[in-house]
């Protein structure tokens, strides 16, 4: 009777930790890297992403109290996971339409994965929220062939954007030359002299619009200034970096993107800008909170 005991006892332990019945975030099971994960919505196809595929998603960073500093579409080409816990363990963990919150390490995901600091409102022992909700899943070849098909169809739209941008320029006699990128820098009010270096953390207000001055975004209508690492991948397009690497702390700047350093050759994931499209985008400034700078003292490549 007691050796039953006994192995009934043994049964319900290794059930009840198989299930992480105890975790700390209820709701959510664990894997064995120690990834907290909790699905929230169940997708039509069983096939999950592997390593080398481009996965396009809604992806939402929180602080443990549930507090977003980062929301945005994205593309990305998954990588086999780089240490346990990595945010790739997340996205490989999913299929299309599958939507899921996963609880991990602030600090790995900063310091392993974007390779900066800490942002200053996240303490090193802080876990964090990452939503991703799977829109699809293109294999490296489907990738390709989707991108060569596309640039086929829409080859002379990149000379159609030329005549739109001389006309907006020449209509709104901008007379200052475009920095080697294509970039035109307006500055509306100055700043305090301070710059962004790589890795600081930086606070911006923005207002995205066509050169018609149609919104398609606004921080400031949201009231919700954005805030992330400057210079590290997944953040903002290469002409919003370039423009805020010439910016100072405090600084009010207008701001003419044009596609090659914006939106590309295939428009926003969104679908909202089309492709080779240029952008204006109006940016102030609000804070930088400095990354690194005592060991990379010339990390701003804008000077």
Same mark, same amino acid.
């Given at each position: 009777?007691?050796?039953?005991? =006994?192995?009934?006892?043994?049964?319900?332990? #290794? +059930? /009840? $930790?198989?299930? *992480?019945? %105890?975790? @700390?975030?209820?709701?959510?099971?664990?894997?064995?890297?120690?990834?907290?994960?909790?699905?929230?919505?169940?997708?039509?196809?069983?096939?999950?992403?592997?390593?080398?595929?481009?996965?396009?998603?809604?992806?939402?960073?929180?602080?443990?109290?549930?507090?977003?500093?980062?929301?945005?579409?994205?593309?990305?080409?998954?990588?086999?996971?780089?240490?346990?816990?990595?945010?790739?363990?997340?996205?490989?963990? =999913?299929?299309?339409?599958?939507?899921?919150? #996963? +609880? /991990? $390490?602030?600090? *790995?995901? %900063?310091? @392993?994965?974007?390779?900066?600091?800490?942002?200053?409102?996240?303490?090193?022992?802080?876990?964090?929220?990452?939503?991703?909700?799977?829109?699809?899943?293109?294999?490296?070849?489907?990738?390709?062939?989707?991108?060569?098909?596309?640039?086929?169809?829409?080859?002379?739209?990149?000379?159609?954007?030329?005549?739109?941008?001389?006309?907006?320029?020449?209509?709104?006699?901008?007379?200052?030359?475009?920095?080697?990128?294509?970039?035109?820098?307006?500055?509306?009010?100055?700043?305090?002299?301070?710059?962004?270096?790589?890795?600081?953390?930086?606070?911006?207000?923005?207002?995205?619009?066509?050169?018609?001055?149609?919104?398609?975004?606004?921080?400031?209508?949201?009231?919700?200034?954005?805030?992330?690492?400057?210079?590290?991948?997944?953040?903002?397009?290469?002409?919003?970096?370039?423009?805020?690497?010439?910016?100072?702390?405090?600084?009010?700047?207008?701001?003419?993107?044009?596609?090659?350093?914006?939106?590309?050759?295939?428009?926003?994931?969104?679908?909202?800008?089309?492709?080779?499209?240029?952008?204006?985008?109006?940016?102030?400034?609000?804070?930088?909170?400095?990354?690194?700078?005592?060991?990379?003292?010339?990390?701003?490549?804008?000077?």
């Amino acid at each position: 009777m007691f050796k039953r005991l =006994l192995l009934v006892f043994t049964v319900l332990i #290794f +059930i /009840i $930790s198989s299930c *992480d019945y %105890f975790s @700390k975030y209820p709701g959510y099971s664990k894997t064995k890297s120690g990834t907290y994960y909790k699905l929230l919505k169940f997708g039509e196809s069983s096939i999950k992403a592997k390593p080398g595929d481009y996965i396009t998603a809604d992806i939402k960073y929180k602080t443990i109290k549930d507090s977003v500093f980062f929301e945005g579409r994205r593309r990305l080409q998954i990588t086999e996971p780089s240490f346990p816990g990595a945010i790739d363990e997340c996205f490989l963990m =999913l299929a299309e339409g599958e939507m899921a919150s #996963f +609880i /991990i $390490s602030a600090n *790995d995901f %900063f310091k @392993k994965t974007l390779e900066t600091t800490l942002p200053a409102f996240i303490q090193i022992e802080d876990p964090m929220i990452v939503d991703i909700d799977v829109i699809d899943i293109l294999t490296e070849m489907e990738y390709l062939k989707e991108k060569e098909a596309f640039l086929h169809w829409i080859e002379d739209f990149g000379d159609y954007e030329k005549v739109i941008l001389r006309q907006y320029i020449e209509e709104e006699r901008i007379d200052i030359n475009p920095t080697k990128s294509g970039l035109y820098h307006l500055t509306i009010e100055s700043g305090n002299g301070n710059k962004v270096f790589l890795g600081d953390t930086v606070t911006v207000h923005y207002e995205g619009k066509f050169l018609n001055n149609k919104f398609f975004d606004s921080t400031k209508r949201r009231n919700s200034p954005f805030q992330f690492v400057y210079g590290r991948k997944w953040q903002v397009i290469e002409g919003l970096e370039e423009a805020i690497g010439r910016m100072q702390e405090g600084e009010r700047a207008l701001f003419i993107i044009p596609s090659q350093i914006g939106f590309g050759e295939t428009g926003s994931s969104t679908g909202i800008i089309p492709p080779y499209t240029s952008t204006l985008f109006e940016v102030e400034l609000l804070e930088i909170k400095p990354g690194l700078r005592q060991e990379n003292p010339d990390l701003n490549k804008y000077d």
